[in-house]
Nanobody, 121 residues
Framework: QVQLVETGGGLAQAGGSLRLSCAASGRIFRINIMGWYRQAPGKQLELVATMFSRGSTNYADSVKGRFTISRDNDKNTVYLQMSGLKPEDTAVYYC???????????????WGKGTLVTVSS
């Protein structure tokens, strides 16, 4: 089993910054993709940013230029540096990872329990 634990959520003022972290632990051979999704009240889950193991990234248009995703592959950890926060960034942020438990197994989608980010105006 693989566990993803997010930390770093909380309250920020508009224009401020927060940094989220997500550490994966358990039976891990390789993590192919790590990323962040979010769900605002009354809205669907949406992609925020993802990062492949070799470094390529993908961002939602709404966060480009404000958020930066990074990874520490040795620590199986992904980060999300959020700057220029807006009230519309308020959401529960979920960590996601596609994890291979061994070289002979396919990657499995894993999710954290989420961390709440609230941005006040």
């Amino acid at each position: 089993q693989v566990q993803l634990v997010e930390t770093g959520g909380g309250l920020a003022q508009a224009g401020g910054s927060l940094r989220l972290s997500c550490a994966a632990s358990g039976r891990i051979f390789r993590i192919n993709i790590m990323g962040w999704y979010r769900q605002a009240p009354g809205k669907q889950l949406e992609l925020v940013a993802t990062m492949f193991s070799r470094g390529s990234t993908n961002y939602a248009d709404s966060v480009k230029g404000r958020f930066t995703i990074s990874r520490d592959n040795d620590k199986n950890t992904v980060y999300l540096q959020m700057s220029g926060l807006k009230p519309e960034d308020t959401a529960v942020y979920y960590c996601n990872a596609e994890v291979q438990a061994s070289r002979y197994e396919i990657g499995v989608d894993c999710w954290g329990k989420g961390t709440l980010v609230t941005v006040s105006s």
